[in-house]
C-alpha cells in the first residue's frame, strides 16, 4: 500500500492527534508490531518521528497494518477513524453522511444537532463490541449471523441464528464470535479478529421466533450466549496491546423507545459475512405493530445480517434486527424486535438486573 502527499500528512496529523505522548506511541509500535520506535525515529519531535515511523512502515510494507493497529489502540479516536475509511479499515460510513447537506437533513428530522466528532468517536467504540457470529453445522455447512455485547460475557443474537445448534444439529463448541475482523477492500486479510468461544451452560435465555404475523410477547426472536471468558472486560486486541481501552459493551435501554415514522435507524452489521458496515436511512422508520413486539423499517440488510442491533441518530440501541420482507422479489420492508419488549421479558425472566448490572452473568 503506497500513501500519496495528502494521505501522509492526514495519517500524520491523525497519529498524532490519537497519541500525543511519545511513550503512548512507542508502546503501540511496540506491543502491536514488536518493533522499537527508537529504532525507527529518534529524538524529540515527536511530528518528525511519527512522518519516520509512516516512512518506514510504507517502506516496509506494513503501513495498512500500521492504520488498523493504531485504531485498534485507540478505536475511538475521531481522526484515525476518518483516515481508516479510506482502506475499509474503518466501517464505511453512509453515502447519506456523506453527501452534501446529508447531515442537515438528519438534524431536522431528529430536531437535534450532532457532533460529528462525537458521533465518530461512538461507533468507533460500537465497532468493538459487535461480532461476527460463525457456525460450522454437522453436516459442515457454515452459517453466519451477527451478535452483540450487551453485558461482560453476554452477548445477543437472533433465536433462528443458533437454532441449529439448540436443535442438535451443530455443536456449541463450533460456535465461533469474531470481534475486530478487519479485510482491505482488495480482500486483503488485516487482522483475522479476536475469536471467543462459549462455556458449556452456554444459553442463558431464549425466545424463539413466531410462526404467524403477530409475534407473542414470547416470542421475539433472541438468545441470549454465555461467552467463555470476558471479552467487555478486556482489552481490544487483548493479544497485542494491552493498554488498549477495554472493549466494553451496548448498554440496554432503560425507556422505551417511540418509534416515529419517517425517522432515521442505523445497523451495524456483517452482511454476507463481510467486515462490518453500517446500513443507514434517514425516512427508515415504516411503524410498529399493535403488540410492539416487531418494528418495520427500510434500512437495508442481507444475509449474515440477522442479530444486528438497531439504533437511533444518537446511537441509543432501540431494537434487535432479525428478518427481511418475505416476498423477496419485491421486498418493501426489514424487520427487528424492540428493544422494549426484549426487556420486558427479559424482567420476567428475572435477568435483567443482572444484565444491567455491568457485571459478568454466571
Not at 463448541?173 to 452456554?202: C, H, M, P
Not at 452489521?269 to 413486539?293: M, S, V, Y
Request: proline share 6%; net charge negative.
Amino acid at each position: 500500500m503506497k500513501l500519496n502527499g495528502q494521505q501522509y500528512k492526514q495519517f500524520t496529523q491523525a497519529l498524532l492527534d490519537a497519541f500525543p505522548e511519545q511513550q503512548r506511541l512507542a508502546e503501540v509500535v511496540k506491543f502491536q508490531f514488536g518493533k522499537n520506535l527508537n529504532v525507527i525515529a529518534m529524538g524529540n519531535d515527536l511530528q518528525a518521528i511519527v512522518f519516520r515511523l509512516i516512512q518506514a512502515a510504507e517502506a516496509e510494507g506494513w503501513v495498512d497494518k500500521l492504520i488498523a493497529g493504531a485504531r485498534e489502540s485507540n478505536p475511538g479516536n475521531s481522526a484515525l477513524f476518518v483516515f481508516a475509511q479510506e482502506f475499509n479499515l474503518a466501517t464505511p460510513m453512509p453515502p447519506q453522511l456523506s453527501a452534501r447537506g446529508a447531515l442537515e437533513k438528519i438534524i431536522k428530522k431528529t430536531n437535534s444537532f450532532l457532533d460529528v466528532n462525537t458521533w465518530r468517536e461512538k461507533l468507533g467504540t460500537i465497532e468493538a463490541q459487535v461480532c461476527r457470529i460463525e457456525i460450522t453445522n454437522n453436516n459442515k455447512t457454515k452459517e453466519f449471523g451477527t451478535g452483540f455485547l450487551i453485558a461482560p460475557n453476554v452477548v445477543i443474537t437472533n433465536y433462528h441464528v443458533i437454532e441449529s445448534v439448540d436443535s442438535g444439529q451443530a455443536n456449541a463448541s463450533n460456535i465461533i464470535l469474531r470481534f475486530d475482523y478487519k479485510q482491505l477492500a482488495d480482500g486483503k486479510i488485516i487482522n483475522k479478529g479476536t475469536e471467543y468461544r462459549l462455556v458449556d451452560d452456554w444459553l442463558i435465555d431464549k425466545s424463539p421466533y413466531a410462526k404467524n404475523t403477530l409475534p407473542t410477547p414470547d416470542e421475539l426472536d433472541y438468545a441470549l450466549l454465555r461467552v467463555d471468558g470476558v471479552p467487555g472486560e478486556e482489552a481490544i486486541g487483548k493479544n497485542s496491546d494491552p493498554k488498549a481501552p477495554q472493549r466494553g459493551w451496548i448498554s440496554l435501554p432503560t425507556q422505551p423507545y417511540e418509534f416515529l415514522p419517517e425517522t432515521p435507524l442505523l445497523i451495524v452489521q456483517h452482511p454476507k459475512a463481510e467486515p462490518l458496515k453500517l446500513a443507514f436511512d434517514t425516512d427508515a422508520i415504516i411503524g410498529i405493530n399493535e403488540n410492539g413486539t416487531t418494528v418495520k423499517y427500510k434500512t437495508n440488510t442481507q444475509p449474515g445480517s440477522s442479530g444486528s442491533p438497531c439504533f437511533d441518530i444518537n446511537w441509543n440501541l432501540v431494537a434487535l434486527h432479525h428478518s427481511g420482507d418475505p416476498d423477496w422479489r419485491n421486498p418493501t420492508y426489514n424487520a427487528g424486535t424492540p428493544f422494549s419488549a426484549i426487556c420486558s421479558r427479559l424482567e420476567k425472566q428475572g435477568l435483567l438486573a443482572d444484565l444491567r448490572s455491568g457485571q459478568a452473568v454466571w
